[in-house]
């Protein structure tokens, strides 16, 4: 925190040019389908289904978040979206192309902080490129735009050790939109950091997902951030885990702290708050 006159001076604007250069390299669409998904663990003494006939598409662009109780298999199912585990059943595609392992077309975001400690915050955001083989000038067209999206300009020579927790989910998100991926799929960043912190992520997540124009699955327990966040949520149900109802989110597109007094939010928070309960 102490050397952010430093780090002040080692960030460029971004030129209107070099933004329209990155965004023309970022793909567009992003729609999973998920057909018939499921997940058994079987060994010689037991077995245990995770997951059965999971149904679900998501559009282009559009923001799903999943909830549901613990041991209801969430995590299981993004992390099969994400091509880090395998599925029993059925098949995941994206754009079409069926999901068999992990891919840089898909980013994801964890709820431990999983930068890497000994690199700055620009060179976490520019490590993806880096192994893609990106020229040293484009990756620093790259992180110049992310520093300026996620509002961490004055902190781009900081190291992880200098960051606070929602600053370090910042740069956590800056990274995996840094390889351009389709989908940004999320396992619960928010839920360990403090209420306030929490609410200014979320706030800035939605900037960041209508100016990246990116497929978001977003995982949580908390119910009011499915509801503030989501275009639709996506209710699962344990033994197995399965998917319950889905509710599209009547709210305004844009999200302001007041949406979560209106009516309908509070009308569709008791309606999920009773679907979980029982």
Same mark, same amino acid.
């Given at each position: 925190m102490e050397?952010?006159? /430093?780090?002040?001076?080692v960030y460029?604007?971004?030129?209107d040019?070099a933004?329209g250069?990155?965004?023309?390299g970022t793909? !567009?669409?992003?729609?999973?389908?998920? @057909?018939?998904?499921g /997940?058994?663990y079987a060994?010689k003494? @037991?077995?245990?289904?995770?997951l059965?006939d999971? =149904?679900?598409r998501?559009?282009?662009?559009?923001?799903?978040t999943?909830?549901?109780? @613990?041991?209801?298999?969430?995590s299981?199912?993004?992390?099969?979206?994400?091509?880090l585990?395998?599925l029993t =059943?059925?098949s995941?595609?994206l754009d079409?192309?069926?999901?068999?392992g %992990?891919g840089?077309?898909r980013?994801m975001v964890f709820?431990g902080?999983?930068?890497?400690?000994?690199?700055?915050?620009?060179e976490?955001i520019e490590y993806? %490129?880096?192994?893609?083989?990106i @020229?040293?000038?484009?990756?620093r067209?790259?992180?110049n735009?992310?520093? /300026?999206?996620?509002?961490l #300009?004055k902190?781009?020579s900081a190291?992880?050790k200098?960051l606070?927790g929602?600053?370090?989910q910042?740069?956590?998100?800056a990274?995996a939109?840094? !390889?351009?991926?389709?989908v940004l799929?999320?396992d619960?960043p928010?839920?360990?950091? =403090?209420?306030?912190t929490?609410?200014?992520?979320?706030e800035?997540l939605?900037e960041?997902?209508?100016k #990246? /124009?990116?497929?978001?699955l977003f995982?949580?327990h908390d119910?009011?951030e499915?509801i503030?966040?989501?275009q639709r949520i996506?209710?699962?149900?344990?033994?197995p885990?399965r998917?319950l109802?889905t509710?599209?989110v009547?709210l %305004?597109?844009?999200r302001?702290p007041?949406v979560r007094?209106? %009516?309908?939010f509070l009308?569709?928070r008791r309606?999920?708050?009773?679907?979980?309960?029982?």
């Amino acid at each position: 925190m102490e050397t952010a006159k /430093k780090q002040e001076a080692v960030y460029t604007e971004p030129s209107d040019s070099a933004i329209g250069a990155f965004r023309a390299g970022t793909t !567009n669409s992003g729609e999973i389908v998920i @057909s018939g998904l499921g /997940k058994v663990y079987a060994s010689k003494k @037991s077995r245990f289904e995770a997951l059965a006939d999971i =149904d679900l598409r998501i559009g282009s662009n559009e923001f799903v978040t999943i909830v549901g109780p @613990s041991g209801c298999g969430k995590s299981t199912l993004l992390r099969i979206v994400a091509g880090l585990d395998e599925l029993t =059943d059925g098949s995941v595609t994206l754009d079409g192309d069926e999901v068999v392992g %992990p891919g840089a077309e898909r980013g994801m975001v964890f709820q431990g902080y999983t930068l890497f400690p000994w690199l700055t915050v620009r060179e976490n955001i520019e490590y993806g %490129p880096k192994l893609k083989g990106i @020229s040293t000038l484009e990756r620093r067209t790259i992180s110049n735009h992310f520093l /300026k999206v996620i509002k961490l #300009e004055k902190f781009a020579s900081a190291y992880p050790k200098q960051l606070s927790g929602g600053m370090k989910q910042r740069v956590a998100i800056a990274r995996a939109l840094a !390889n351009r991926p389709k989908v940004l799929l999320m396992d619960e960043p928010f839920g360990a950091l =403090d209420a306030q912190t929490k609410l200014e992520m979320q706030e800035m997540l939605l900037e960041v997902w209508e100016k #990246e /124009k990116t497929t978001v699955l977003f995982i949580t327990h908390d119910i009011e951030e499915a509801i503030f966040l989501s275009q639709r949520i996506v209710v699962m149900g344990a033994n197995p885990g399965r998917i319950l109802k889905t509710f599209h989110v009547k709210l %305004p597109a844009q999200r302001t702290p007041e949406v979560r007094e209106m %009516p309908a939010f509070l009308a569709l928070r008791r309606e999920l708050g009773q679907l979980l309960k029982h």
